[in-house]
């Protein structure tokens, strides 16, 4: 640590030390996918005696299911009785969301004391080391490796954050990787085709690593995952070929699917809803296999329970307020909005949807709104606080110009969500949706969770624009 910083932190310090690192997931400004390598990050895990080499790492990355398949397969590994760590991003409402052990966050203190513990390795890399000063993201990501060596886990599961090739969680080489769904998401980053997303999903496809593949849309990805696990000589694990998956009941609760593979039928019920989620409690199943098939203990009994057990908030989360019925969801491109609306009709009745909707910036709001639009909602125009957030007025222009109906922009969630609550009927449906950040905000209304405001990062102080 330099001279000016404390041996010892508390929370408050340590936020404002790892929120004063370049953080291009919040930041407006970004350097560009060629800006991205791993060269600085492995140099900080090797600053830590080459952290990334302690605990075997499951490794999962995709457009959408990455962070339900993560927790799935973190909730089978910890019913095993497994030490699991999880890393993910982005956090909804603290920054210790983003490192668990098993699926209970860490502490405040553990944070802290962890920001304490690498924060000289973090200067000396940044002060001394060639490749300029490591990232937020990157930080965090080697601050995750630190707390699962530090407790002894068996496992850490690590969700990509963005794409995959370049992403500082590709520093491991693990006991399996996994590729969820591929759509196009953050085209100014990875590219504007599927073939281009895909290439950059696979680069964590690891030499003789076995290779768990969900089920795909596009063929054109398949092929590059093919290409890709051939040249690497990486066994492949297809989740459409090796399973037929079906659900079997669902309520507002959950659903009981049927997941059939050679030798085994897996009768599960899990809280996750939404035909989306079979595919990823099937990629989980998968990738619990393929541990297995590397000698790991996990029981039949082991999968049913983590499946049963796991739970992960703002993917078709549902509360009812003063008789009136509210789905939270973080959808933020135009085919996770697709699948939420299947999901909509498959359990859902309604006389007419009221859409609280904002999106963030390098995502497709007109892509959103065009999925939404099939929905024939009365929109309503929110900003989140994240930075990237579009302003509510520009969603509003964006409504009109698509002709659906706004009735209200407000420049905060809570005031939007306040407003569909008034302004709906006992049948009608209220769905906040358009990215992560919004679903956040929406469920600290709900639930009266205080969030985390970092100051050099926090939006505007907002109030009410428009009330129509």
């Given amino acids: 640590m330099s001279a000016a910083t404390p041996k010892t932190l508390d929370f408050n310090q340590a936020i404002d030390l790892a929120m004063g690192l370049a953080d291009f997931e919040r930041s407006t400004h970004s350097p560009g996918h060629s800006g991205f390598h791993l060269e600085r990050v492995s140099l900080l895990a090797e600053r830590l005696e080459n952290v990334h080499r302690a605990v075997p790492a499951i490794h999962v990355a995709g457009t959408k299911g990455k962070g339900s398949t993560s927790a799935l397969i973190t909730s089978i590994l910890s019913s095993a009785g497994y030490t699991v760590g999880l890393f993910t991003s982005p956090h909804l409402h603290t920054v210790c969301e983003r490192v668990r052990v098993g699926l209970d966050p860490i502490s405040r203190e553990e944070f802290a004391a962890l920001v304490a513990q690498i924060w000289p390795a973090v200067e000396d890399v940044g002060s001394n080391g060639p490749y300029g000063g490591v990232t937020f993201f990157e930080m965090m990501t080697v601050l995750a490796m630190v707390h699962f060596r530090n407790i002894g886990a068996d496992f850490q599961v690590l969700e990509v954050g963005l794409g995959g090739r370049l992403d500082s969680t590709n520093i491991v080489t693990p006991e399996v990787s996994a590729i969820t769904s591929i759509s196009i998401d953050h085209a100014a980053t990875l590219g504007d085709t599927i073939a281009k997303i895909a290439t950059e999903k696979a680069g964590i496809i690891k030499p003789d690593t ?34 037929e998956m079906r659900g079997t009941s669902s309520d507002l609760n959950g659903q009981s699917i049927m997941v059939t593979a050679e030798g085994c039928d897996y009768d599960l019920w899990t809280p996750l809803l939404g035909d989306h ?38 993917r078709f989360q549902i509360y009812e307020r003063n008789g009136k019925m509210i789905t939270v969801d973080g959808a933020h491109n135009p085919y996770s909005v697709g699948r939420l609306i299947e999901t909509i009709k498959q359990l859902m009745d309604s006389s007419r949807v009221l859409l609280v909707f904002g999106s963030l910036g390098g995502h497709s709001a007109e892509g959103m709104l065009e999925v939404f639009a099939d929905m024939s909602p009365d929109v309503i125009a929110v900003q989140s606080r994240h930075p990237r957030s579009a302003r509510a007025s520009v969603t509003g222009e964006r409504v009109r110009s698509m002709d659906l109906n706004l009735i209200g922009e407000f420049v905060t969630v809570a005031d939007g969500l306040r407003y569909a609550i008034e302004a709906a009927e006992p049948d009608d449906l209220i769905l906040c949706s358009g990215s992560i950040a919004l679903a956040a905000e929406a469920i600290e209304e709900l639930e009266g969770i205080e969030p985390e405001i970092y100051e050099n990062l926090r939006g505007p102080v907002h109030r009410p624009l428009v009330d129509n």
């Fill in 210 to 243: 076995p290779c768990v593949i969900g089920p795909q849309w596009s063929q054109e990805a398949m092929r590059v995952f093919d290409r890709v696990a051939d040249e690497r000589g990486s066994p492949m694990v297809k989740v459409t070929e090796h399973f």
């Fill in 277 to 314: 989620q079979i595919e990823n409690v099937a990629t989980a199943v998968a990738s619990i296999e393929v541990l297995q098939d590397r000698g790991h203990d996990i029981s039949y009994d082991s999968i049913v329970k983590g499946v049963r057990d796991v739970c992960w908030p703002a």
